[in-house]
C-alpha cells in the first residue's frame, strides 16, 4: 500500500513519495508535502532549467538557483515561467 500525502503543488490527495528526495529540512518537508507526481513534473522542469541555461551541478550559484527553483516550483506559484530560449519539442 503506498504512503498518500496531500501535495501542495497538485492541491490534492496522491501517492507520496517512497524516501526522502533532497536532504534536511526542505527534503523533509517535500516528503511530507509533495506527491510522487509533482516531484516527477520537478524532475522535468529541472533537465529543462540545467539545460537551457546550461547549469553546472559544481557550481555553488547553479545548486543555489535550483534550490531557489524547486521551492518556488513545489511550494509556490504553479505558473512559472519557462525559461525564454526554451522551445518545446
Given at each position: 500500500?503506498?504512503?498518500?500525502?496531500?501535495?501542495?503543488?497538485?492541491?490534492?490527495?496522491?501517492?507520496?513519495?517512497?524516501?526522502?528526495?533532497?536532504?534536511?529540512?526542505?527534503?523533509?518537508?517535500?516528503?511530507?508535502?509533495?506527491?510522487?507526481?509533482?516531484?516527477?513534473q520537478w524532475l522535468a522542469?529541472?533537465?529543462?532549467?540545467?539545460?537551457?541555461?546550461?547549469?553546472?551541478?559544481?557550481?555553488?550559484?547553479?545548486?543555489?538557483?535550483?534550490?531557489?527553483?524547486?521551492?518556488?516550483?513545489?511550494?509556490?506559484?504553479?505558473?512559472?515561467?519557462?525559461?525564454?530560449?526554451?522551445?518545446?519539442?
Open positions: 500500500m503506498s504512503r498518500r500525502v496531500f501535495c501542495a503543488r497538485l492541491k490534492q490527495e496522491a501517492d507520496g513519495l517512497p524516501y526522502q528526495p533532497y536532504p534536511g529540512e526542505l527534503g523533509e518537508r517535500i516528503f511530507n508535502e509533495i506527491s510522487a507526481e509533482a516531484w516527477k522542469q529541472q533537465t529543462i532549467l540545467i539545460n537551457e541555461y546550461r547549469l553546472s551541478s559544481m557550481d555553488p550559484k547553479a545548486k543555489l538557483f535550483l534550490r531557489e527553483q524547486m521551492e518556488e516550483f513545489l511550494f509556490g506559484d504553479a505558473n512559472l515561467a519557462m525559461p525564454e530560449a526554451y522551445k518545446p519539442s
